[in-house]
């Protein structure tokens, strides 16, 4: 089973990136954040609560994200495996992770990490506000606000991985192709 942590900075493509290698290699993607935004649409309890989090910036409670990704894979038996995109956010997170899916008789095989300067995030995520109308990459102050949680809290997630030499940084700054090809060359070899 092909099990993948895609990581990166908030607009470092992981959600454009996702959809190409699901095609690619038959995985269920598993975006945090769709999964909050479909709760929040349809405001369900976990919408509520999740939605009070995002508006502030602040990362979701690991409980409540952990018990919403078993429930995800559980509805997926034959999966050939899955993109995690957007968690694990913090180490404990990734530890959750990691015993979920032993759990599941399975692992996590690679993170692979969009690296993007910040610069370029700050671009991405205000084109993004205006292309798909989510308010929360229009202000500059949330904006500022998810870079410097990644960078203090989600970036020293890669060293859980690193430790488990399965850690894989990826240019992320190209066109769309040339990432995609970045990705894949990494992925044949795993």
Known sequence: MLNLVLFGPPGAGKGTQSER???AYELVHLSTGDIFRYNMKNDTELGKLAKSFIDKGQLVPDEVTINMLSS???KHPEAKGFIFDGFPRTKPQASA?????TEKGT???AMIALEVPEEELRVRLKERAIS???SD???PAIIQNRIDVYNAETA???DFYIAQNKFHGIDGVGSIDDI???LTSVIDQL
């Open 107 to 109: 692992s996590i095989t």
């Open 180 to 182: 995609t090809n970045r």
């Open 97 to 101: 992770l990691d015993a979920l899916m």
């Open 137 to 139: 990459d229009a202000d």
């Open 72 to 74: 995800e894979v559980d």
């Open 132 to 134: 798909s109308g989510r």
């Open 156 to 158: 020293p997630v890669k």
């Open 21 to 23: 290698l699901i095609n």
